[in-house]
C-alpha cells in the first residue's frame, strides 16, 4: 500500500463529520509492485481479475530526504479487497451507516407526514377524511417500488434525494394506521372531557390523543425502518441510490454480482458479505417490531404483564 498527502482540503463541517466521517488526509494507493529507477518510483496498480495494472511514476523529491520506504507497506484486510483493492470490512460497515440513516430519516419523513394528515382525517372526518383518504388510496395503490424510482429520478440522483423519495412514500401505512387509531378513541371520556374544558383541537390531539395511540405507531416505525433499508438497498442496485464512490449495501452487490455467476468463483464472497448484511439487519428490525408489538399490547397476557382486579 502506497501512501501519499491528499492534495484535497480536509475542512468538514459538523453535519458532514456526522453523515461521512472524517476525511482522511492521506491517499492510499493498493499496488502489485514497484521499482526505483531514474530518482523516480515506479509503481504498478493492483488490478484484479487477473488484469494487468497501469504503470505509474512519482519523483522521489516529493518524500522527505527521498526516503519512500516510509510510505510503502504491507496490510492484511480481513474481510479481503474488491476488485479496486479497497477493504470490504471497512466497506461493509460504512454501509451499514448509510442503511441505518435512511431508516432513521425515511421513517421520520414518514411519521411527520402520515401522523399529521391521519390525524386530522380521524378527527374532523366528513369531507376532509374524505379528501385524505382519496390521496391516501391514490398513493396506495402505485407500487412503492416505482413510485420511489419515479420521485427520484424527478429530485435527482443522491444521497438525501434517496432519503426523501422513501420518506415520501411511506407515509400511506402510517396515515392509515393514525387514522384508525384516532376515530377508535376520539368520543372516549377523556377526549370529551378536554373538548368540555374549552381546549382548542390541536391540544386535544396532540396532548390527549396521540400520547395514548403510540403503540402501534411504534410497531409500524421498526417495520418501516427495515422496509426503508430494503428500497434503498434496491435502488443503489439498479443505480439510482447512494452513487459511486459512497459505500451501499446495494451498490456493492451490483457491482460484484457477475462473481455469482461463475460456478466455483473464490470471489464470490464480495456479493455474500453486503447480501448477509442487508438479511441481517432487515431481520433483526422484523424481530424488534414484533417484539414492540408483543410488549406494548395491553390485550396479550405475558408474564411482565401487571393486571388488576376490581
Known sequence: MLSLPSS???????LDKVFFGLKNGITEIPISEYRIENQQLIY???ASDGLEGISKSL???M???GEFEDFISEKTFLFGTDKYGRDMLSRVLVGARISFFIGFVAVFISLIIGISLGSIAGYFG???DALI???INVTWSIPTLLLVIAITLALGKGFWQVFIAVGLTMWVEVARIVRGQVISVKELQYVTAARALGFNDFRVITK?????IMAPIIVISAANFAGAILIESGLSFLGIGAQIPMASWGAMLEQHKAYMMTTGNESAFLAIL????????????MLLGNGLRDALDTKSAGPFRLTCKC
Do not use: R
Not at 484535497?8 to 459538523?14: C, I, K, L, T
Not at 390527549?208 to 395514548?212: F, S
Open 208 to 212: 390527549h390523543i396521540l400520547p395514548n
Open 126 to 128: 366528513g369531507k376532509t
Open 274 to 285: 453486503p447480501g448477509i448484511s442487508i438479511i441481517i439487519l432487515v431481520f433483526a428490525f
Open 133 to 135: 383518504m382519496w390521496v
Open 63 to 65: 518524500f522527505p530526504n
Open 59 to 61: 519523483n522521489l523529491n
Open 8 to 14: 484535497q482540503s480536509s475542512e468538514q463541517n459538523w
Open 44 to 46: 504498478k496498480e493492483y
